[in-house]
């Protein structure tokens, strides 16, 4: 029977996702067959070690937000020499940073919002773009620091007030219309969810894991051609930055204007989330690939040092 570590929490502002990722994903690998070593990461890195000797078959990685999916413990873990699921270094650490994926996306030919990074400071003169625009933090997942300033609003001082995530951010005009989302196994793109968050325009964190703050409708219902295109979209964006494993491409689709509208990719997220609300596993599951059989997916491609 293989032996297999689940690494879950971390010490990001997504800790407690991750903790709900561990748990789902340690009884789904109970339930495929697995022996499953539950491992609750904190900042104590040798305690983690500790834990991981002797070495399992592989890692299970259901960390989210930085050091979990930015290439920190990746580069643990192939330092140890052991498998674990989902991107490599180069793949999670370029992927966590919206500059390089942005500039990746871009060589690519794919399309992205119109934007810059800024020193935040710089909200206080006034806008760096037309509003409305996104302020991001430049390394967070989850929609976390995420902010829309919208015309003639006081969201700027705001921002600055709250503000803890480093002296830049990026700030990408804002793309009306519809949140999408597809998820990515190696080369194949699964269906394309369309999200629609029920406090309003803007899927942020709450609505991503508060039970009730959004709802999802799967496959979208849009024009023929630009599902098709989204697909392509999502598989292109993790080539672009080297991913494996599972992965999921988050896309604007502005059809204010009716259809067929236009599609823009906001990032790719190496570390999805594996919640009882997650996406990827919704999708899976519409796919006819249970929880249990996707997270055994994941274990079977675990690899370290590509």
């Not at 996702?17 to 539950?38: F, K, N, T």
């Not at 599972?246 to 990719?265: F, K, Q, S």
Request: proline share 7%; hydrophobic share 40%; glycine share 10%.
């Amino acid at each position: 029977m293989k032996r297999v570590a689940v690494l879950y929490g971390g010490i990001s502002s997504e800790r407690e996702v991750s903790l709900v990722s561990g748990r789902e994903c340690c009884a789904a690998l109970r339930e495929a067959g697995y022996e499953v070593v539950p491992v609750e990461v904190t900042a104590d890195l040798p305690a983690l070690v500790a834990a991981l000797t002797p070495r399992p078959d592989a890692v299970f990685n259901a960390l989210h937000g930085r050091f979990g999916e930015d290439g920190a413990i990746q580069g643990v873990l192939d330092w140890l020499d052991i498998p674990y699921t989902h991107s490599g270094v180069h793949a999670s650490a370029a992927a966590m940073d919206k500059l390089v994926s942005r500039n990746l996306f871009a060589a690519a030919g794919l399309p992205i919002p119109r934007g810059r990074v800024i020193a935040i400071e710089e909200l206080r003169a006034g806008d760096p773009l037309p509003p409305p625009y996104v302020v991001k933090p430049i390394n967070e997942g989850s929609s976390v620091g995420v902010s829309i300033v919208h015309p003639g609003s006081n969201t700027r001082e705001e921002i600055l007030a709250a503000w803890h995530y480093g002296p830049k951010a990026l700030v990408e005009e804002f793309v009306p219309g519809r949140e999408l989302t597809i998820g990515v196994l190696e080369d194949r793109a699964l269906t394309i969810t369309d999200i629609r968050a029920d406090a309003g325009v803007f899927y942020d964190y709450e609505s991503k894991y508060a039970p009730g703050g959004s709802h999802h409708i799967v496959p979208a219902e849009m024009d023929a051609a630009r599902f098709a295109e989204a697909l392509a979209l999502a598989v292109g964006a993790a080539k672009a930055l080297g991913c494996r494993g599972a992965c999921r491409a988050d896309l604007r689709y502005d059809d204010t204007h009716g259809e067929p509208g236009r599609l823009v990719l906001l990032e790719v997220n190496t570390q999805p989330g594996l919640t009882p609300t997650s996406l990827l596993p919704e999708q899976a599951k519409h796919c006819g690939i249970s929880f249990p059989e996707l997270c055994a997916w994941m274990v079977e491609r675990a690899a370290c040092r590509v």
